[in-house]
């Protein structure tokens, strides 16, 4: 069964830092990893689709990176802002449901 | 604009109404499927459809219909909700395949009674 594992829970940093989100799973046989960003009450925003055959993404100040065999995944935010402030998930599919197998979560705050 | 929406946002009920929450989506996706949130447990899926009248059961399906009559719209029913449904729910779609991106609705907060 597939678990998806995110470390930290929750990261606290100045404005401006770089920082990177780390996204674990059990299983590699998958078909892609999804990052999402949710903000308090709010529905989940994608910002970054990693397919399998695929090593890394970058959007803005996003770079996403998977490895398949050892079963993991980054999030790498540059120049950290405020407004990066929220819960950030990773999510992976791995059959042929579609369904999408969340890890817990995030939570990141910057600092003004 | 490409999204998926759902309605009501924001409903507080009573044990054993029904009741419906929409979700429809401008993407032309075969994909659909429904989540919930709650603290502690994260996301789970409740139902999916692969396509126009094909449904099935997620991880949590029990107390929830679900129908996909039209490839737009995929509404969850609570046929008699209880206090145990109390939750947050999202609506997904996608193209067909693994390798697609999801796109999620806003959500409905629901609280029963």
């Known amino acids: 069964k597939q678990e998806v594992t995110q470390i930290p829970a929750a990261l606290s940093v100045p404005e401006g830092e770089n920082l990177v989100l780390n996204c674990s799973f059990t299983?590699?046989?998958?078909?892609?990893l999804q990052w999402f960003r949710q903000d308090p009450g709010k529905g989940l925003t994608s910002l970054l689709l990693i397919q399998s055959s695929q090593r890394e993404q970058t959007s803005g100040r996003l770079n996403a990176s998977l490895d398949k065999s050892s079963g993991r995944s980054t999030l790498y935010i540059a120049a950290s802002q405020p407004g990066d402030s929220a819960t950030y998930l990773c999510?992976?599919?791995?059959?042929?449901?579609?369904?999408?197998?969340f890890g817990t979560g995030t939570l990141l705050a910057v600092q003004p | 604009e490409a999204q998926v929406t759902q309605n009501p946002r924001y409903l507080i009920t009573v044990t054993g109404k029904k009741l419906t929450v929409t979700c429809s989506q401008n993407?032309?996706?075969?994909?659909m499927s429904w989540y919930r949130q709650d603290p502690g447990l994260g996301l789970r899926q409740i139902y999916y459809?692969?396509?126009?009248?094909?449904?099935d059961k997620g991880d949590v399906p029990e107390g929830y219909k679900v129908s996909r009559k039209e490839k737009r719209n995929f509404p969850l029913i609570l046929e008699s909700p209880s206090p145990n449904q109390t939750s947050l729910y999202f609506c997904?779609?996608?193209?067909?395949?693994?390798?697609?991106?999801?796109?999620f609705g806003p959500g409905t907060r629901l609280t029963v009674l």
């Open positions: 459809s692969m396509n126009v009248e094909v449904t």
């Open positions: 993407m032309n996706h075969e994909y």
């Open positions: 299983d590699s046989a998958i078909y892609n």
């Open positions: 999510a992976v599919i791995g059959g042929a449901t579609n369904k999408l197998i």
């Open positions: 997904a779609s996608s193209f067909p395949h693994g390798l697609n991106e999801q796109f």
